[in-house]
């Protein structure tokens, strides 16, 4: 055993002594050590039930011959600090999760590990660090929040950031603003469309890092408790066969992630994430891999934030489960092994099936004939950046630029009633290094549609956005205009071309001239922690991730190097 590192033999004596202070005998020593590491915090229903469910956990531990070594590691909610300053660190806190999750278990030289994660960063930083540390491990999702219920429709976090709009355009007043917020958010669990933390669950699943269906089971659900014990015990059942998560982590495990995100319309943070994990597995893909699962695969599931219904619904309907089936029998996933030791087809097949739902179609029937994003390149982009198919489908756009140097001036202009149907907001000096990290847009976006704008606008942005947008929006541009991509060289008025069936976004602008003059913008932060990623912090194209990764093919070369051969004429240098 790892453990023994740390606890065998006459020169471990003191480190024994500790574990006996803390309430550990000689039999729970010699067991295998396991850590039930967690994100619980008090400051969000995100993560709020995840300590209950740790105890959970460490029961199906005990009882299947190991000993549970708690940690606990910070949380960042995108909910909070959306629009603030502290959202640069939400995407930064990825980074310090999985960090302090290799520290923790690395530190004490433990077996195995089963991780709890809540929200947005902690659920792709548990995969992350289940790559890293490559030891027998499972991961489990809290589970969504009960949807709330205002008007006797259902509500979610995405209704208050849109009411928020319409409260800034007069449409609604003080006390409807106040009604809205009330309602929204009931209990435990987190944000409950098919927002980035349900696309996210549904992706470790996917890549068969948790067991299917325990992670479509609601925060609130009385099967979590339950789910959580029996991840506890299965940890063990892994530790014993040395199952380690670099056998899930296949191209193939993420060639059916992706197909499984666009078939659900789910969260562009996906890509980010994606990518992050396999730098962390050591698996080959790239932004443009994601292209292909998105154009050849139907949005079959109708949720939130372009659908009707909440990820409670989709959990009445089947879950990722029902997802999958739909996949299979339409030959659009490959079979994978998966952290229980049975495949992806198998677990699919055993899950239950609802005889009458309305919330997954088969692939036959789909919502959309293609997934939600497609990746664009062109002279704004060279590097590559994500579009959001999400809003009413349009595969064209065009307009003048209006740029703005930060997401707080975007979003004054906008509840200023300055911007325009056919304007292309542009939003720089936001992405990864530039930010820092990587802020998203939710309370422009939503604002957006709080107007009435969110047809009839476009927003470009070297940052990134919420699940819960929804519009015509592009984010991830890379490079990202502090490390001088051409985002940074548009001026007002420039004429910006956004084109879904050529894959490109452009400008006519002279971006060559205006390079010469152009400076670097000065560093908003000199220390701490911001300051560090700063210095480390890669592409948004290859993840965003402070990993190290070979050198990027010169980014014109590379742009047209990877666009499939039938949209090669839509791609410019």
Same mark, same amino acid.
């Given at each position: ?31 295998? %050590? ?50 603030? &300053? #502290?959202?640069?660190?939400? %995407? ?35 995969? +992350? ?6 030891? &027998? ?16 429709? &259902? ?8 009411? $928020? ?20 958010? &009931? ?14 669950? +549904? ?5 068969? @890092?948790?067991? +299917? ?13 339950? !789910? ?37 319309? #789910?969260?562009?943070?996906? $890509?980010?994430? %994606? ?18 699962? =998105? ?47 049975? =495949? ?31 990746? %664009?390149?062109?002279? @704004? ?40 149907? #056919? ?49 015509? +929006?592009?984010?991830?541009? !890379? ?37 010469? =003059? ?16 700063? =210095? ?38």
């Amino acid at each position: 055993m790892r453990s023994d590192l740390i606890k065998t033999g006459p020169d471990r004596a003191p480190a024994r002594a500790m574990l006996r202070a803390t309430g550990l005998d000689d039999a729970a020593i010699a067991k295998p %050590l396991v850590a039930v590491v967690h994100t619980w915090s008090n400051v969000s229903p995100c993560n709020l039930n995840l300590r209950e469910l740790a105890e959970h956990v460490a029961e199906g531990i005990h009882a299947a011959g190991g000993t549970p070594i708690e940690f606990n590691t910070i949380a960042v909610t995108d909910g909070i600090a959306m629009g603030t &300053p #502290g959202m640069r660190a939400s %995407l930064i806190s990825r980074e310090v999760i999985t960090d302090s999750i290799e520290l923790a278990v690395d530190g004490h030289c433990l077996d195995a590990m089963v991780v709890l994660c809540g929200c947005d960063k902690t659920i792709p930083a548990a995969a +992350m660090a289940m790559a890293r540390l490559n030891i &027998p491990s499972v991961a489990l999702y809290g589970g969504t929040i009960a949807h709330g219920t205002h008007d006797n429709h &259902p509500i979610t976090i995405q209704q208050v950031f849109e009411a $928020v709009g319409a409260h800034g355009a007069g449409k609604i007043d003080d006390a409807e603003l106040t009604s809205v917020e009330r309602d929204a958010c &009931p209990g435990a669990g987190a944000c409950g469309g098919q927002f980035t933390a349900n696309t996210m669950a +549904m992706v470790l699943t996917t890549l068969g @890092l948790s067991p +299917m269906g325990f992670n479509d089971i609601p925060a609130t659900h009385p099967a979590k408790a339950a !789910a959580a014990r029996r991840c506890g015990e299965l940890v063990m059942d892994c530790l014993r066969e040395n199952r380690t998560p670099r056998e899930f982590l296949s191209e193939t495990a993420f060639r059916n992630a992706t197909r499984m995100v666009a078939a659900t319309a #789910g969260s562009t943070n996906a $890509v980010l994430h %994606l990518l992050a994990i396999a730098r962390e597995a050591g698996t080959r893909w790239t932004l443009e891999d994601f292209e292909p699962a =998105s154009k050849h695969t139907p949005v079959i599931a109708d949720l939130l934030p372009g659908g009707r219904y909440t990820a409670v619904e989709m959990f009445g309907a089947g879950g990722s489960a029902r997802v999958a089936q739909e996949l299979i029998a339409a030959g659009m996933l490959d079979d994978a092994p998966t952290v229980t030791g049975r =495949s992806l087809f198998v677990e699919a097949a055993a899950a239950p099936r609802a005889d009458t739902q309305d919330v997954v179609h088969p692939v036959t029937q789909p919502l959309k004939p293609r997934g939600g994003y497609s990746i %664009l390149y062109g002279n @704004l982009a060279p590097e590559g950046c994500i579009l959001k198919l999400a809003g009413k489908g349009a595969n064209h756009f065009e307009g003048r630029a209006r740029v703005f140097e930060s997401e707080e001036q975007a979003f004054a202009a906008v509840q200023g009633g300055t911007i325009e149907k #056919g304007d292309v907001i542009v939003i720089r000096n936001e992405g990864p290094a530039g930010g820092p990290g990587m802020r998203e847009m939710l309370g422009v976006t939503a604002a957006l549609i709080g107007r009435g704008l969110g047809d009839d606008v476009a927003l470009i942005t070297d940052g990134r956005f919420s699940g819960a947008t929804h519009g015509y +929006m592009v984010g991830h541009i !890379a490079p990202e205009a502090a490390r001088g991509g051409p985002i940074a060289l548009l001026h007002e008025g420039d004429r910006i071309r956004i084109d879904a069936d050529t894959r490109e976004i452009s400008t006519t602008a002279d971006l060559a001239t205006r390079r010469a =003059s152009w400076q670097p913008p000065a560093p908003k932060v000199t220390r701490g922690a911001l300051a560090k990623y700063v =210095s480390l912090v890669g592409s948004a194209s290859d993840g965003a991730t402070t990993q190290p990764i070979a050198p990027r093919v010169p980014s014109a070369s590379s742009a047209s190097k990877h666009v499939n051969e039938d949209t090669t004429a839509g791609v410019t240098a």
